[in-house]
T-cell receptor, first 109, second 114 residues
Framework: GQNIDQPTEMTATEGAIVQINCTYQ??????LFWYQQHAGEAPTFLSY????GLEEKGRFSSFLSRSKGYSYLLLKELQMKDSASYLC??????????FGAGTTVTVRA | IAGITQAPTSQILAAGRRMTLRCTQD?????MYWYRQDLGLGLRLIHY???????GKGEVPDGYSVSRANTDDFPLTLASAVPSQTSVYFC?????????????FGPGTRLTVL
């Protein structure tokens, strides 16, 4: 099976920066996604990495190191609306998407 | 509005009853998926369909069945519900299977089996 690990919870202050780490061990690798999920809602797409390096998209950036089986999602200039769960997901060799359990981020004023 | 719809939004069901969760997409995506989400376990794939007329088993298929008669609809059936099937169910779709296309999710169905 696939193994994807991320911290359960993180807390940060409004305006600060938070980094959510994700490590994975999968049978093959075809790309890594980050999704945002607000409580009671559907997951929504944030970012996709398939090559090593940093992808920046506004306040959110995602990094990938395939040799280390590691990714992180960086949230800058945190806002209250960023309070949500962040899901790390990997397309393994069979092109099925496997998800981590998610990291709940709480932003405090 | 383009996207994925699911019905019902929530349901309380007696154990042993049959239940079908509905999923419809209007994006003409070839691939569709059913996931369940449980606290601490993340999203787990139940069944998938690469294209109309074909289906496959995911990580946790037991107790569930699906059909894909056309491109738009992908219903999930619980033949005889059990309490362990209490969960939030998400339907998703992507443009094509066997690729790294982004999966888009419906709003979910919250199912409680008593």
């Amino acid at each position: 099976g696939q193994n994807i690990d991320q911290p359960t919870e993180m807390t940060a202050t409004e305006g600060a920066i938070v980094q959510i780490n994700c490590t994975y061990q999968t049978s093959g690798f075809n790309g890594l996604f980050w999704y945002q999920q607000h409580a009671g809602e559907a997951p929504t797409f944030l970012s996709y990495n398939v090559l090593d390096g940093l992808e920046e998209k506004g306040r959110f950036s995602s990094f990938l190191s395939r040799s280390k089986g590691y990714s992180y999602l960086l949230l800058k200039e945190l806002q209250m609306k960023d309070s949500a769960s962040y899901l790390c997901a990997v397309y393994a060799g069979d092109y099925k998407l496997s998800f981590g359990a998610g990291t709940t981020v709480t932003v405090r004023a | 509005i383009a996207g994925i719809t699911q019905a019902p939004t929530s349901q309380i069901l007696a154990a042993g009853r049959r239940m079908t969760l509905r999923c419809t997409q209007d994006m003409r995506h070839n691939a569709m998926y059913w996931y369940r989400q449980d606290l601490g376990l993340g999203l787990r794939l139940i069944h998938y369909s690469n294209t109309a007329g074909t289906t496959g088993k995911g990580e946790v298929p037991d107790g569930y069945s699906v059909s894909r008669a056309n491109t738009d609809d992908f219903p999930l059936t619980l033949a005889s519900a059990v309490p362990s099937q209490t969960s939030v169910y998400f339907c998703a779709s992507s443009e094509k299977a066997g690729s790294t296309d982004t999966q888009y999710f419906g709003p979910g169905t919250r199912l409680t089996v008593l």
